[in-house]
Nanobody, 125 residues
């Protein structure tokens, strides 16, 4: 059973930066996809950025150019570098993974089987 644990959430001012981390265990597959999602109470979970083991990435339009997803395979850790943060980036951020490899990693929450518990990011104006 895969386990994902996020960290790095914090409260920052607009224009600031944060780096989220997600350590994984138990994925047991050579090829997989991982992603960051975010959710605000009362709204649907939104895909933010995704990556596959081939290094292909995909971003939502709302974060393109500001956020960067990366992975350290040796450390089994997924990162999300968030720059130029805006108040509308405030949300609970979740790490997700699935062992069904996709050449273009998905931003659809339904394509991910394993989820972390989330880490809160708050951006004040």
């Amino acid at each position: 059973q895969a386990q994902l644990v996020e960290s790095g959430g914090d409260s920052v001012q607009a224009g600031g930066s944060l780096r989220l981390s997600c350590t994984s265990s138990g994925l047991g597959a050579r090829a997989y996809i991982m992603a960051w999602f975010r959710q605000v109470p009362g709204k649907e979970r939104e895909g933010v950025a995704s990556i596959n083991t081939g290094g292909v990435t995909k971003y939502s339009e709302s974060v393109q150019g500001r956020f960067t997803i990366s992975e350290d395979g040796a450390k089994k850790t997924l990162y999300l570098q968030m720059n130029s943060l805006k108040p509308e980036d405030t949300a609970m951020y979740y790490c997700a993974a699935d062992v069904l490899y996709r050449p273009i990693p998905s931003l659809d929450s339904g394509d991910y089987r394993y989820w972390g518990q989330g880490t809160q990011v708050t951006v004040s104006s």
